[in-house]
DNA sequence: TCTGGGGTCCTAGGACCC
DNA sequence: TCTGGGGTCCTAGGACCC
């Protein structure tokens, strides 16, 4: 039997909660994101604001330039968060195989429920209709035997759309595509493909396996051979047995005093830590991200022999590698701080950090965190997002 | 145009081991 | 006395996605 996979998105979700929650903007172009004038960029923007020629990802200047009379709003992840798990929560009723993949995103596998929900289509559209009517928002809706296909379906018809690939159209739908519509082939690898004078689906269906491995290395070479075949290429891994956690600021003015640097390694040292206790995780390895004026980007690790416990010694650590690549006066545009190879702390390793340990760390951190960044006077992130009274930029 | 912040995965080279 | 092959861990960089 044929795999039924649903792919679900919210469309222009930011932007569509702002709506919801305002009436007044409806029909306007909505742009959620940073503040124009400062360094930043679009979060997500409705519709109108894409006739304009705004996109997300955009520099927020561009998009002001682009669009000066939109109606530019700051993000409020906690509001788009409540709103994501309400929407998450009807989704999950259907299946118990359901992958929530982004905050507007989910893949449902709703194999053989044709007797239960009818058949797929009719199921699609009963699933817009639950999530407009309960909670108000609009959602494109791809379905296909894979969930790579599911989702090139939801982009296809969009937005407020549903769309099916049928079984054995596959290759016939992929036909319909440009090669940047394929997941998984961005900027970079659309330019390699042009110099190799690739220019179509259909194109790139001419090369053998072997050629497209040794041309665009293995991975993306299989990857692309099986995409455009329709043949199921998983790339939303089931398990993840390690992950990454990590926080980063970019700085207004680009900075190179050397304790103000430090202070914000601390501040971000601080975040990275209590995220970490938070999840009752732990982590031998810690990286800095540093980016110049110029936009170059390095990245330093190191690996520990025990586990990072605190946050002085994360700091301390975090510090040390900054020391290690900065010169101590080339302008810096954006510090980060992270810990990787993070994994669910093992209680029989480490009988020390039972529960109520981690649990009395994680106050002590976040006691700490909440009277140094009073007393910084810097702006974070989180308090910031947490800020739901400011509704509007500018006036 | 002047480029956020949070992630995941891949590649490639070196160290080290058997 | 000029040098294998496989495996794993680590670092750095890069592409991509939401």
Redesign the pocket.
Known sequence: MNSVIFHIDLDAFYASVEKLDNPKLAGKPVIVG?RPGT???V?ACSYEAREFGVR??M?I??AH?KCPNGIFLPVRMGRYQEISEQVMKILESLTPDFRQ?????AFLDLTGTERLYGPPLLLGTHIKQTIREEIGLALSIGIAKSKYLA?LASEFDKPDGLYMIDPGNEEEFLGKLSLKD?????????E?LTELNIRSVQGLRQYPLSILRSML????GAFLYNAVRGDSVE?F?EE?KS????????FEQDRKDSDGLKKAILELSH?VMF?LLDEASQS??V?VKIRYA??????????LRHWISTTEELYARARNLFESKWDGHTPI??I?V?L??VTKADITEQPELFTSELDRRKKVEEAVFKIKSKMSGVKL?KASLMNTKEDRYGE
């Open positions: 940073a360094r930043g960029v979060s997300s990802a520099p200047s561009e330039r993949i982004s905050i507007d995103e989702k394929l997941w998984g082939v961005g900027k970079k690898t659309l390699r290395g293995d991975g993306l790339i891994s993840i992950h990454s956690i990590s926080n980063e600021v970019t975040h995220r031998k390895t990286n110029d936009f170059t980007t390095m990245n330093v690790q190191v690996t545009r954006l980060g992270g990787s190879n992130t």
